[in-house]
């Protein structure tokens, strides 16, 4: 179980870190203008050039590998409610990096998630 | 009648999101059975690796995953995302369900109680606003 709980902590801490890096990267490159090909490829060609993004994908690459191992290692009804956990430290960075206010309504649902992680892993 | 057809493709949207993301993730949860557990060692990560990738299981979960990803890109471009996020937390119920249904995996009731209050959790964060740092812009 221990080691289910640790490969746990990689998938949120890259997933996690791999989502704010790309929600950075993408305000930063700012919105998609339409989906004409032209606003599409003008869109990507701004991504590419930003090292947020470049930052983002290995992170997102490894949390879905470290999701796969999971899945090898445990059952899906414990792996898909526990990651969920996600939400978690995805409101924490997003208040302090990203510096987004978070409304006592979005943490009382965000404890909730932590609340039900912690249940459902419990059972592991 | 526009609305009718608004709420019906939302619906419909929806919908087909969360059946892409359940089945997505029970074919990886197969495919990564069919590999077997994988160990952490340099041999059995770079072994994993290789298996992974030759697995057509796995290729047709990402399949799915995709088709997800489209749909939850899509129906939040004309929904609300306080209204697409909550099925998502539905999603972890019917996920929940499935995998005692076609992997006959055991799930106690605490487990249960555990999805339910997530599913919870997930859809009071799902009914705040979902831009916070920009200010909408007011026709003058």
Known sequence: ?124 | MHEHRLRFKTLFTVLLMVVCANVGDLLLKRGMTQIGAVHISLDGLQHALLSTVQNGTIWLAILFLLGFTLCYMSAVSWADYSYVMPAGAFGYATQTLLAILVLHEGVTLKRWIGVFVICFGVMLVGQTKPNTTKQPQVAS
């Not at chain 1, 990507?44 to 191992?69: D, E, M, N, Q, T």
């Not at chain 1, 978690?88 to 909730?112: Q, S």
């Open chain 1, 1 to 124: 179980m221990i080691k289910v709980i640790l490969m746990l902590g990689v998938l949120i801490c890259t997933s996690a870190g791999g989502e704010i890096a790309m929600t950075y990267g993408m305000k930063r490159i700012g919105e998609l203008e339409g989906f004409h090909p032209r606003s599409v490829l003008r869109f990507l060609g701004r991504a590419v050039k930003c090292g947020w993004v470049w930052l983002a994908l290995p992170l997102l690459a490894v949390s879905f590998y470290s999701l796969l191992i999971l899945l090898s290692w445990a059952p899906i009804s414990l792996v898909i409610p526990a990651s969920a956990f996600n939400y978690v430290a995805g409101t924490f960075g997003a208040k302090y990096l990203l510096k987004e206010k978070v409304t006592p309504k979005r943490w009382l649902g965000v404890t909730l998630v932590f609340l039900g992680v912690l249940l459902v892993v419990a059972t592991g």
